[in-house]
Structures are given as structure tokens and as C-alpha cells.
């Protein structure tokens, strides 16, 4: 299996642009996380997903965040309007059902966006 | 929620001493204490992981302890390696229905001097 696979791996946007981040989980995964990684805050829970549903979405910071999950193998991160202090690393997460009781979360290369 | 501190924030140490990251956690009901490993400009990968049932858990170079009454666990390095040098996330899971609650630590920065 190829791992998590996020894309784009750079992005450079400018202020007021909308930014849509993408993630495949590893196949037969069922939850999909997403987590943005800066050096003020760590690495933050932004949203998960049980089998395409969000399940948790408190950690996204403002409306201009949005997340979706139309199938299995696709997810969606979406900024609009991008802003400066949205740049960071944005990782994609995937780990099985069994995770529920604790269990590997596989990480994705991640994404650095950068917004001007 | 689960709120998880993690000392020191940074660490440096010669080649072939030993390295121990220590995290401390809020919530009794978490059960499950991963450790993962970020190289640059990598995601975190697991590295080793412990559960509440587990006082200790080894795996040649690295071990982790964990104290379920103080509520704190510790990741040991030992013969460190200039490929050792990496951040070191620790985490705590709590386990409720249909939720998958897991709340990292800030990290540790990891240098290994050759």
C-alpha cells in the first residue's frame, strides 16, 4: 500500500483565495483525520471522519474551514477565504476501526501551505 | 477534554547516552499512550505504544513506562543514535462510543550529537 497520499504537498496562495487540501487514506481504513501543524500550536485535531461521517469538528477553527468525505477513499480540506495565519502543515490521517480502542493513526507526508 | 503536557520541549544529548522524554495527562479514563517519531519534513509515524493494562512495554532501543496513578508516562532512548534526532510526539487516548479521542503533546525536539 502507498500510505496516505496528500496533495498538494506545497502550496502558495495569497490572502482572500480559496485553498482545497486532498488526502487518500490507506484502503480499508475507516477514520480519517485531519490535523494542521504550526509551531505556536503543536499539532491541532482539526476534524475526523468515521466511515464518511464527521464525527468530531470542534477543533476546526472558524466557518472558513470546511471538511468533507464523499467516499472512502477521498477527503477534502477546504479554506475560503485563505489567511496569513492559516499557513502551517496540514496532515491527513488514517487508522482502522479498531483505533476506537486505541490504535495507530497513519500519517500522510502533509501539506505546507503557505498564505501571502 | 484530555489535556496532555509533554517536557522537555527541547533535548540534546551525546551519541550513545540515553534520552527520556517525559508526558503527564489529565483524564484517568485514557487508556492507550502511543509515541510517534517526526523527521523532517515528514508526518509523525508510531514507534511504540502502550496501553492502561501495561505498566512497561520494550522494544530494543526504546521503552516506554507509564504511571497510571500519577498519571504520567515516559518514552527512554537509550544508545542514541544521530538518527535518533527527530521530534517526539506523545499522545492519550480516551475511548468513548463512535469517538476516536486522541490529544497530542507539544513534542520534543531530539538532537543527537555524533
Known amino acids: 500500500d502507498a500510505g496516505v497520499i496528500q496533495s498538494p504537498r506545497h502550496e502558495v496562495t495569497e490572502m482572500g483565495q480559496e485553498v482545497t487540501l486532498r488526502c487518500k487514506p490507506i484502503?480499508?481504513?475507516?477514520?480519517l483525520f485531519w490535523y494542521r501543524q504550526t509551531m505556536m500550536r503543536g499539532l491541532e485535531l482539526l476534524i475526523y471522519f468515521n466511515n464518511n461521517v464527521p464525527i468530531d469538528d470542534s477543533g476546526m477553527p472558524e466557518d472558513r474551514f470546511s471538511a468533507k468525505m464523499p467516499n472512502a477513499s477521498f477527503s477534502t480540506l477546504k479554506i475560503q477565504p485563505s489567511e496569513p495565519r492559516d499557513s502551517a502543515v496540514y496532515f491527513c490521517?488514517?487508522?482502522?476501526?479498531?483505533?476506537?480502542?486505541?490504535?495507530?493513526?497513519?500519517f500522510g507526508p502533509g501539506t505546507r501551505l503557505t498564505v501571502l | 477534554g484530555e489535556n496532555v503536557e509533554q517536557h522537555p520541549s527541547t533535548l540534546s544529548v551525546q551519541e550513545g547516552d540515553s534520552a527520556v522524554i517525559k508526558c503527564t495527562y489529565s483524564?484517568?479514563?485514557?487508556?492507550?499512550f502511543p509515541w510517534y517519531k517526526q523527521e523532517l519534513g515528514k508526518g509523525p509515524q508510531l514507534i511504540i505504544d502502550i496501553r492502561s493494562n501495561v505498566g512497561e512495554k520494550k522494544d530494543q532501543r526504546i521503552a516506554v513506562t507509564l504511571n497510571k496513578t500519577a498519571k504520567h508516562f515516559s518514552l527512554h532512548i537509550t544508545e542514541t543514535q544521530p538518527e535518533d534526532s527527530a521530534v517526539y510526539f506523545c499522545a492519550a487516548h480516551k475511548p468513548l462510543y463512535n469517538n476516536n479521542d486522541m490529544r497530542f503533546g507539544a513534542g520534543t525536539r531530539l538532537t543527537v550529537k555524533p
Open positions: 484502503s480499508g481504513h475507516d477514520y
Open positions: 483524564d484517568s479514563a485514557s487508556n492507550y
Open positions: 490521517a488514517s487508522s482502522l476501526s479498531r483505533a476506537a480502542y486505541g490504535g495507530e493513526q497513519f
